[in-house]
């Protein structure tokens, strides 16, 4: 390594105009990243509200749920397509040019949802629409999340990596709260507007949100690490296979990583509306407003352990994270049983910031440096997007049906401990990377 290329990679950004130039990069990748999952999540919102009666109406409400998040999980499955593809070309041409053509395809997808025509106006033709919309979402999304970790990640200074990092994942509860606040906003109308038009409004702004972010990210320069091996000419001739065939172990440990706090976010904001809605007798608004305090409690939360993982290690975190979920595995379904409105609320704060947070606040960083350069991109992407297509897109669907068959949670509650058991143990498997060299 060149001693320009380890200063560059360790110096403390000093000047002002450094400093300003860190602070852009962080709002075009967070910003960016609001947006996504804003166009991702409500989608799920609207899956465990109204898709199962406008493109599902033929079966009985169980089925019609269990179809509704099935399509959900179509996105999932998405994900990792995205990863490898647009991973390919990000670790070959550019983490930047990546991120304006996920961002279209992401909004683009998210507004035509809302043009769709539902089942009782051209029949089978909509959910098989519906569907085919939802992976160009889930492939959108597999490629943004990684390009925007990336491009973060490979400007900021390596003693405030983890920091700087947990600003893209602070996309998430903000995209869960702009998205579940569209939602809340629209179930304030008369039931048959709501129905009829007022679930649309949500996905059609997406193409507000797509203008936002384009704006903001067109400004972003290349990241210099990746500038660095360009000039080097060490580009990956093929960086998917190079990340199966030469870093099997980091691969893997990703997975394993990513699949309880995925698992755990996707029970708490799809099942838990599902099951508290329909088994409880518990109002959609009051499970809405739930998520809405929790997200708002989290954008907080996730800066501060992304904070904590550079000062005790990424490691330590995650240690945290699992043994809480473990541990409250149970007493989530206990709580939410209470159907006592304080109770709900305070239960969703903590599970999102505690048994989420303290793990995905540090995924945008933790999954990047267990890579080298020439396949940073392709590896921590589909890393991210098989746990989460795994964690994420089965989950809810199993749970529900886990739930249905045994007619109680108990189940649900021992899937999420085994889960958590599994990131535990790949915790103990990764080697701890805050200070390393991203120049590798």
Not at 91 to 111: E, P
Not at 147 to 171: D, I, K, T
Request: net charge positive; hydrophobic share 50%; with cysteine.
């Amino acid at each position: 390594m060149s001693v320009l290329t380890a200063t560059a990679d360790v110096a403390p950004r000093t000047s002002s105009g450094k400093q300003r130039s860190m602070a852009s990069v962080v709002f075009a990748g967070s910003i960016g990243t609001v947006i996504e999952w804003y166009d991702f999540l409500i989608y799920g919102t609207a899956a465990a509200l109204v898709f199962n009666s406008l493109f599902f109406p033929n079966f009985d409400p169980l089925t019609g749920t269990l179809a509704a998040l099935g399509a959900y999980a179509a996105g999932f499955f998405a994900r990792p397509v995205g990863g490898i593809l647009f991973g390919h070309f990000g670790d070959r041409i550019g983490r930047k040019t990546m991120l304006m053509i996920t961002m279209v395809v992401m909004g683009l997808g998210t507004f035509c949802v809302g043009l769709l025509p539902t089942y009782h106006q051209i029949g089978i033709w909509a959910p098989i629409l519906l569907i085919t919309l939802r992976i160009v979402q889930g492939i959108g999304l597999g490629g943004e999340w990684g390009g925007a970790s990336l491009v973060v990640l490979e400007h900021a200074p390596a003693a405030r990596r983890g920091f700087y990092g947990s600003l893209v994942q602070v996309g998430f509860p903000l995209g869960m709260l702009t998205s579940t606040g569209a939602f809340a906003l629209a179930a304030t109308l008369p039931q048959a507007s709501f129905m009829t038009w007022g679930w649309r409004v949500p996905f059609l702004l997406s193409i507000t949100l797509l203008g936002v972010g384009w704006f903001v990210r067109r400004r972003v320069a290349e990241t210099p690490v990746f500038e660095d091996i360009k000039r080097r000419g060490d580009i990956a001739p093929s960086p998917f296979l190079e990340t199966i065939l030469r870093n099997p172990r980091s691969f893997l440990v990703a997975i394993g990583l990513k699949i309880s706090e995925v698992s755990w976010v996707y029970i708490l904001t799809i099942f838990a509306v599902v099951y508290a809605t329909t088994k409880l007798g518990v109002s959609k608004q009051l499970m809405l407003d739930a998520i809405i305090v929790a997200a708002l409690v989290a954008v907080a939360a996730i800066p501060l352990f992304g904070w904590l993982s550079d000062i005790f290690g990424r490691r330590a975190l995650y240690f945290a994270g699992t043994l809480f979920t473990m541990s409250f595995a149970f007493p989530l379904f206990w709580l939410l049983d209470s159907k006592n409105p304080t109770i709900i609320i305070l239960t969703m704060v903590v599970a999102l910031s505690l048994g989420q947070g303290t793990m995905f606040g540090l995924q945008s960083t933790y999954f990047p440096e267990l890579f080298g350069t020439r396949v940073r991109y392709t590896g921590a992407s589909l890393g991210f997007q098989l746990a989460a297509a795994i964690g994420g897109g089965l989950t809810p669907l199993f749970a529900t049906s886990l739930a249905n068959y045994t007619g109680g949670t108990a189940g649900v509650s021992l899937m999420l401990i085994l889960l958590a058991a599994i990131t535990f143990v790949a915790a103990l498997c990764v080697p701890e990377t805050r200070g390393q060299s991203l120049h590798r």
